[in-house]
């Protein structure tokens, strides 16, 4: 089997850096401690736009009239892109260098920023995410793989901690450069702050970075495994995110799902015959490897869920403005960021399974909590609880690509990151689309009830249909032509569908994280054959 084969050169044939390449280098150019300055500053844009876009999105949704399809597509069309490229992207790295693609990603990563805030429509935009998630893919891999080519092996997990601090940095940053922008000049400039970051990296980058590449590799890339890959997912995540439309027993519903399962299905049997496959499936002979995979789908489900839905709750219930709700945000991401050191720690001193079977319980308690959240937005009511699913999250996340990675040969380490990664972004896009679904669902089940209560008289099934997109956004369907005596029914009965919606999305995560622990259950450390390198990210 080609699989095998390749399995077999990796540990035949390990790659890793020479004990003196730190030293080996002349001038700026592959010097250890600036690459890893270039390369942070690339991924920095991808892990800030992350979270500055959450911030942004009601503001889309306003200017544009985007609905709530519309913004899981503005999300979901960008992680899409993500996962599906982030493989192939690598691969290319591999075998046209690491400098030249990285570079590639960093300029077109920034120009499609930079078209997304002059756009002026909400298709343009969603298109847009979807090439910027293309070019997102070029940096994360290519990262990794010049880092690996410029410090010792003594040296790269310190330098790899730098590098994963500085992202979650960006991260935590988001919250607040996406609230101040939005607020102070619109959301079109969560984008353009791309811009310059870009500049700068490219900049950087081209002064610094040291062209590297796998020897003996061909330039092929499995272009029928990225085509099946890519039609499965958009199949899988357009029918759960239509299902709110058709209803998840339609033919409509059901055709896409059947559709996403059959592509699956001929992608792996065409990623056993090719020559050069886009993943190599005997990776999950390896039964830690798939349960850190599975791990992994399941941590983003609940990240992401919860991030996209908490900025809605935050601005449309709370009432918070932007720079307001990423305050509140912080909590969150800073405990994910500071937590990070003391997860890689407990993995060292106690192996993966350990740290992850916390890491699920303290994050399904988290999700539990928030499902009991009310209307009361303030700093005392959500801090703790957005704290506490920083904390859970941290370990997940570390200890899963401590299994995904170590349990791979070393010559497929870069691989194995990409699957990773690539199980991160589908992992957030299936969390956004499914929970966005049954959040949608169950405001159109509650809505008329809750408007009933309030005095406003019967509301229709259609009516309520018609009102769902701007309640599941935190917002009350009113307008000027609503009779001012109206509107605090109206808003009363709008939020306590929305909470309804969100509490059932938070549940049902902290289910999934629960069910989670079996997988967790299975896991052990990797075996680090060949000189392998353990990456915390």
């Not at 192939?88 to 690491?98: C, E, I, T, V, W």
């Not at 290519?142 to 080519?149: C, E, H, I, Q, W």
């Not at 999250?393 to 497929?412: E, F, H, K, Q, W």
């Given at each position: 089997?080609?699989?095998?084969?390749?399995?077999?050169?990796?540990?035949?044939?390990?790659?890793?850096?020479?004990?003196?390449?730190?030293?080996?280098?002349?001038?700026?150019?592959?010097?250890?401690?600036?690459?890893?300055?270039?390369?942070?500053?690339?991924?920095?844009?991808?892990?800030?736009?992350?979270?500055?876009?959450?911030?942004?999105?009601?503001?889309?949704?306003?200017?544009?009239?985007?609905?709530?399809?519309?913004?899981?597509?503005?999300?979901?069309?960008?992680?899409?892109?993500?996962?599906?490229?982030?493989?192939?992207?690598?691969?290319?790295?591999?075998?046209?260098?690491?400098?030249?693609?990285?570079?590639?990603?960093?300029?077109?990563?920034?120009?499609?920023?930079?078209?997304?805030?002059?756009?002026?429509?909400?298709?343009?935009?969603?298109?847009?995410?979807?090439?910027?998630?293309?070019?997102?893919?070029?940096?994360?891999?290519?990262?990794?793989?010049?880092?690996?080519?410029?410090?010792?092996?003594?040296?790269?997990?310190?330098?790899?901690?730098?590098?994963?601090?500085?992202?979650?940095?960006?991260?935590?940053?988001?919250?607040?450069?996406?609230?101040?922008?939005?607020?102070?000049?619109?959301?079109?400039?969560?984008?353009?702050?791309?811009?310059?970051?870009?500049?700068?990296?490219?900049?950087?980058?081209?002064?610094?970075?040291?062209?590297?590449?796998?020897?003996?590799?061909?330039?092929?890339?499995?272009?029928?495994?990225?085509?099946?890959?890519?039609?499965?997912?958009?199949?899988?995540?357009?029918?759960?995110?239509?299902?709110?439309?058709?209803?998840?027993?339609?033919?409509?519903?059901?055709?896409?799902?059947?559709?996403?399962?059959?592509?699956?299905?001929?992608?792996?049997?065409?990623?056993?015959?090719?020559?050069?496959?886009?993943?190599?499936?005997?990776?999950?002979?390896?039964?830690?490897?798939?349960?850190?995979?599975?791990?992994?789908?399941?941590?983003?489900?609940?990240?992401?869920?919860?991030?996209?839905?908490?900025?809605?709750?935050?601005?449309?219930?709370?009432?918070?403005?932007?720079?307001?709700?990423?305050?509140?945000?912080?909590?969150?991401?800073?405990?994910?960021?500071?937590?990070?050191?003391?997860?890689?720690?407990?993995?060292?001193?106690?192996?993966?399974?350990?740290?992850?079977?916390?890491?699920?319980?303290?994050?399904?308690?988290?999700?539990?909590?928030?499902?009991?959240?009310?209307?009361?937005?303030?700093?005392?009511?959500?801090?703790?609880?957005?704290?506490?699913?920083?904390?859970?999250?941290?370990?997940?996340?570390?200890?899963?690509?401590?299994?995904?990675?170590?349990?791979?040969?070393?010559?497929?380490?870069?691989?194995?990151?990409?699957?990773?990664?690539?199980?991160?972004?589908?992992g957030g896009a299936l969390g956004t689309a499914i929970l966005g679904a049954v959040m949608s669902a169950k405001v159109a089940s509650s809505l008329p009830g809750h408007w009933a209560a309030e005095g406003l008289g019967p509301l229709s099934s259609g009516d309520a249909d018609k009102m769902k997109s701007a309640v599941a956004q935190g917002f009350p369907p009113v307008d000027a032509k609503t009779p001012v005596e109206a509107v605090p029914h109206i808003t009363d009965a709008a939020h306590a569908s929305f909470l309804d919606g969100m509490h059932l999305a938070f549940t049902l995560s902290g289910i999934a994280l629960v069910c989670a622990i079996v997988l967790a259950l299975l896991v052990r450390a990797g075996e680090h054959r060949d000189g392998s390198v353990s990456v915390h990210v």
């Amino acid at each position: 089997m080609p699989n095998t084969d390749t399995l077999e050169r990796g540990r035949r044939q390990p790659h890793s850096p020479s004990p003196d390449s730190a030293a080996s280098h002349k001038g700026l150019r592959g010097h250890p401690w600036l690459t890893l300055i270039a390369v942070a500053l690339g991924v920095m844009m991808v892990s800030l736009d992350g979270t500055v876009v959450a911030i942004a999105n009601p503001s889309i949704a306003e200017d544009l009239g985007a609905s709530m399809s519309d913004l899981q597509w503005v999300t979901n069309g960008y992680l899409l892109a993500l996962a599906v490229f982030l493989i192939p992207a690598g691969k290319l790295g591999d075998r046209y260098g690491h400098r030249t693609i990285f570079l590639t990603g960093a300029v077109g990563f920034a120009l499609t920023s930079v078209a997304i805030g002059v756009a002026g429509n909400i298709t343009a935009l969603i298109a847009l995410r979807v090439f910027q998630g293309v070019f997102g893919a070029m940096l994360q891999p290519t990262a990794l793989g010049l880092l690996r080519s410029s410090f010792p092996g003594d040296k790269l997990n310190m330098a790899i901690g730098i590098w994963a601090a500085a992202i979650s940095s960006a991260s935590a940053a988001g919250p607040i450069v996406g609230g101040l922008l939005v607020e102070n000049v619109g959301w079109e400039s969560v984008f353009f702050i791309n811009a310059p970051v870009g500049l700068i990296a490219v900049a950087v980058g081209l002064a610094v970075l040291a062209d590297t590449r796998e020897p003996g590799l061909t330039g092929r890339i499995d272009l029928p495994g990225v085509a099946l890959l890519s039609g499965a997912m958009f199949s899988l995540v357009w029918g759960v995110i239509k299902s709110g439309d058709h209803g998840w027993t339609s033919a409509y519903t059901i055709g896409f799902l059947a559709a996403a399962v059959v592509l699956l299905v001929l992608f792996a049997l065409w990623q056993g015959r090719a020559s050069e496959p886009l993943m190599p499936l005997a990776l999950f002979r390896n039964r830690s490897f798939s349960a850190g995979i599975g791990l992994m789908l399941v941590m983003a489900f609940a990240m992401f869920g919860a991030l996209f839905f908490l900025t809605f709750y935050l601005i449309g219930v709370g009432g918070l403005s932007p720079v307001e709700a990423g305050v509140r945000m912080l909590p969150l991401t800073l405990m994910m960021m500071l937590s990070s050191g003391l997860a890689g720690a407990l993995v060292s001193k106690l192996g993966p399974r350990v740290p992850i079977i916390g890491g699920l319980a303290v994050s399904a308690a988290a999700m539990f909590w928030m499902g009991q959240l009310g209307s009361d937005a303030s700093l005392g009511a959500t801090a703790p609880v957005f704290a506490l699913l920083g904390l859970g999250l941290s370990p997940i996340m570390v200890a899963a690509t401590d299994v995904i990675v170590g349990n791979a040969p070393v010559a497929l380490a870069g691989v194995a990151s990409g699957i990773q990664q690539a199980a991160m972004q589908v992992g957030g896009a299936l969390g956004t689309a499914i929970l966005g679904a049954v959040m949608s669902a169950k405001v159109a089940s509650s809505l008329p009830g809750h408007w009933a209560a309030e005095g406003l008289g019967p509301l229709s099934s259609g009516d309520a249909d018609k009102m769902k997109s701007a309640v599941a956004q935190g917002f009350p369907p009113v307008d000027a032509k609503t009779p001012v005596e109206a509107v605090p029914h109206i808003t009363d009965a709008a939020h306590a569908s929305f909470l309804d919606g969100m509490h059932l999305a938070f549940t049902l995560s902290g289910i999934a994280l629960v069910c989670a622990i079996v997988l967790a259950l299975l896991v052990r450390a990797g075996e680090h054959r060949d000189g392998s390198v353990s990456v915390h990210v």
